[in-house]
């Protein structure tokens, strides 16, 4: 099965910062790399598919990069509403898998 | 508009089971797989595995292989979850996601979930 790991775990950043997570797969994935976004209480919201093509109604301060193992998500500019829980997700293989997600916190 | 609609919250003891709905609107229930997503508490996003609504052909994590049962109701749009013997640890929120319709990027297609339930608090407890 193919493993994913994010990094940080958890970042602390202020309104205005520019951010950037990173995932990393188990094997090459191609770009066969999703992106999402969870608030408390709330369902898990997709940002990115494909590795960098945006989701229709997601913000241009959100972009996604990379291919084969390695891959970054990237907030320009945070706003207040940002602050979250971010997962990466691949489906590249029939069996599906999350990252293990990273808290944005405000510092 | 496009969305699923879950089964309501369930408390059941240590082995049982417990069965979850999700039903369809907006798109073509049948056009794409169904994934099973679950969310212990403060703990991340864990993929459960997929039907696909037209064949019934299912996919499960190996972590759940043998305690999991996917199946759908085409005449009602609807996908369901069965986990069995249930544990404490199965306390979660279980959501189901598909897609309306893939990323056709030339020359493959790409999935993903853009279609989310609001989730289905399973609690398990003697």
Redesign the interface.
Known sequence: ?IQMTQSPSSLSASVGDRVTITCRASQSIS??L?W?Q?KPGK????LI??AS?L?SGVPSRFSGSGSGTDFTLTISSLQPEDFA?Y?C?Q?YS????????TKLEIK | QVQLVQSGAEVKKPGASVKVSCKASGYTFTGYYMHWVRQAPGQGLEWMGRINPNSGGTNYAQKFQGRVTMTRDTSISTAYMELSRLRSDDTAVYYCAGVVVPAAISPDYYYYMDVWGKGTTVTVSS
């Open positions: 099965d770009s066969y999703n999402y969870q369902a898990p919201k997709l598919y494909a093509s989701q829980t997962y997700q489906s029939t069996l599906w898998a999350f990252g293990q997600g």
